[in-house]
T-cell receptor, first 114, second 112 residues
Framework: EAGVAQSPRYKIIEKRQSVAFWCNPISGHATLYWYQQILGQGPKLLIQFQNNGVVDDSQLPKDRFSAERLKGVDSTLKIQPAKLEDSAVYLC????????????FGPGTRLLVL | GENVEQHPSTLSVQEGDSAVIKCTYSDSASNYFPWYKQELGKGPQLIIDIRSNVGEKKDQRIAVTLNKTAKHFSLHITETQPEDSAVYFCAASTNTGNQFYFGTGTSLTVIP
């Protein structure tokens, strides 16, 4: 079974630029999560989708972050404009159902904002 | 919301010794507690989990214990090996929404 795929793996941008990350979850997984992991901290949930609907985006900074999951499969996370404090690893995870269940994480995208 | 605290932040042990990592949580509604291992440059990988209806779970050299009354749970690794060196995260979750609240991580180093 293929795991969660993410791209790019690394991205360096200047502040005020925009950036987008892509995630392809495990086939058949209805739920998809985007996490932000700042160096030295645990992952923090940004947004959760079930199929193509948003379940929880309460911690997403909506003035600059946006995410979509068209057709309930792949997802993109965008930052526009980026700030220095957005430097982090952005992790995508998926799980089969929205009840308590294992989340499978991708390798992450490491973003550096200069 | 839920608050998960994790200790210690760093841990060094000799190969073959045991390692223990402890977490506390604040929300009594939390009922699922996974542990993840994160190696450098990789995403977190689930190593063991426990649900609130059991007090202990073991998988070979890894075990997790849960004390619901005290709201704390622990990861125990016995006979540690150099390949156990990584950052370990605990998390807590409730049935509603499946949002995970992660601890701040423990960097484990196993010295050969």
């Amino acid at each position: 079974e293929a795991g969660v795929a993410q791209s790019p793996r690394y991205k360096i941008i200047e502040k005020r630029q925009s950036v987008a990350f892509w995630c392809n979850p495990i086939s058949g997984h209805a739920t998809l999560y985007w996490y932000q992991q700042i160096l030295g901290q645990g992952p923090k949930l940004l947004i959760q989708f079930q199929n193509n609907g948003v379940v929880d985006d309460s911690q997403l900074p909506k003035d600059r972050f946006s995410a979509e999951r068209l057709k309930g499969v792949d997802s993109t996370l965008k930052i526009q404009p980026a700030k220095l404090e957005d430097s982090a690893v952005y992790l995508c995870a998926s799980s089969p159902i929205t009840t308590v269940e294992t989340q499978y994480f991708g390798p992450g995208t490491r973003l550096l904002v200069l | 919301g839920e608050n998960v605290e994790q200790h210690p932040s760093t841990l060094s042990v000799q190969e073959g010794d045991s390692a223990v990592i402890k977490c506390t949580y604040s929300d009594s509604a939390s009922n699922y507690f996974p542990w993840y291992k994160q190696e450098l440059g990789k995403g977190p990988q689930l190593i063991i989990d426990i649900r609130s209806n059991v007090g202990e779970k073991k998988d070979q050299r890894i075990a997790v214990t849960l004390n619901k009354t005290a709201k704390h749970f622990s990861l125990h690794i016995t006979e540690t090996q150099p390949e156990d060196s990584a950052v370990y995260f605990c998390a807590a979750s409730t049935n509603t929404g499946n949002q995970f609240y992660f601890g701040t991580g423990t960097s484990l180093t196993v010295i050969p």
